[in-house]
């Protein structure tokens, strides 16, 4: 008589967690980033800084839907708050490219339309925006010269979908290396 054993449950526990492990690994959804901003006020005359936060943004190119900003800190407290809007670009159609985690291209209007202010955010070496909070603060980097962005919310941890196909095959092929070694234990067992 030939008895057949199956894989402990252990065996089984382990190969169904990494299968969806995988599957869940390589269904991340793509998350909303925020960032700080900062320029300094060099052509408006108070060489003061202005500072806020960017929010709404996802890694590659973003169109500004959905994008929010808030102005934190300016030189004399003018324009504070949240409430601002995107609006546009100045004829670049992509008003903020983010990646590996850093905004490299910035090109974007906002508007709060409580106090009709306006926050234009550029960085250097585009035809774009000059950063400037205005109407009637008068807050300008006409040169994106001071421009700095930073990640106020870490980049949460992706993986692309090659990875995913290769951790998913790699699940499989484990399996099927370890029947094909249970069998060759079997027939070694019955021919002995």
Same mark, same amino acid.
Do not use: W
């Given at each position: 008589?030939?008895?057949?054993?199956?894989?402990?449950?252990?065996?089984?526990?382990?190969?169904? +967690?990494?299968?969806?492990?995988? &599957?869940?690994?390589?269904?991340?959804?793509?998350?909303?980033?925020?960032?700080?901003?900062?320029?300094?006020? &060099?052509?408006?005359?108070?060489?003061?800084?202005?500072?806020? !936060?960017?929010?709404?943004?996802?890694?590659?190119?973003?169109?500004?839907?959905?994008?929010?900003?808030? &102005?934190?800190?300016?030189?004399?407290?003018?324009?504070?708050?949240?409430?601002?809007?995107?609006?546009?670009?100045?004829?670049?159609?992509?008003?903020? !490219?983010?990646?590996?985690?850093?905004?490299?291209?910035?090109?974007?209007?906002?508007?709060?339309?409580?106090?009709?202010?306006?926050?234009?955010?550029?960085?250097?070496?585009?035809?774009?925006?000059?950063?400037?909070?205005?109407?009637?603060?008068?807050?300008?980097?006409?040169?994106?010269?001071?421009?700095?962005? +930073?990640?106020?919310?870490?980049?949460?941890?992706?993986?692309?979908?090659?990875?995913?196909?290769?951790?998913?095959?790699?699940?499989?092929?484990?399996?099927?290396?370890?029947?094909?070694? &249970?069998?060759?234990?079997?027939?070694?067992?019955?021919?002995?």
């Amino acid at each position: 008589m030939i008895k057949l054993s199956t894989p402990p449950i252990i065996a089984k526990i382990l190969a169904v +967690t990494g299968f969806v492990a995988s &599957v869940l690994l390589c269904a991340a959804p793509a998350h909303a980033l925020e960032f700080n901003f900062q320029f300094r006020d &060099v052509d408006g005359g108070t060489n003061g800084l202005i500072t806020g !936060t960017l929010s709404g943004l996802v890694e590659g190119s973003n169109s500004g839907t959905g994008i929010t900003a808030t &102005v934190t800190s300016s030189p004399r407290g003018d324009g504070l708050g949240s409430g601002y809007d995107f609006a546009g670009t100045l004829g670049t159609g992509n008003a903020f !490219t983010v990646t590996s985690g850093n905004i490299t291209f910035a090109d974007a209007a906002f508007i709060n339309n409580d106090s009709s202010a306006f926050l234009l955010l550029g960085t250097p070496g585009n035809s774009g925006y000059a950063n400037s909070l205005d109407n009637p603060y008068g807050y300008f980097d006409n040169n994106n010269a001071t421009t700095q962005f +930073t990640a106020a919310t870490p980049v949460p941890f992706e993986l692309n979908s090659a990875v995913g196909i290769a951790t998913f095959g790699i699940c499989f092929g484990a399996a099927k290396l370890r029947r094909n070694h &249970v069998a060759k234990k079997r027939m070694v067992s019955v021919e002995a």
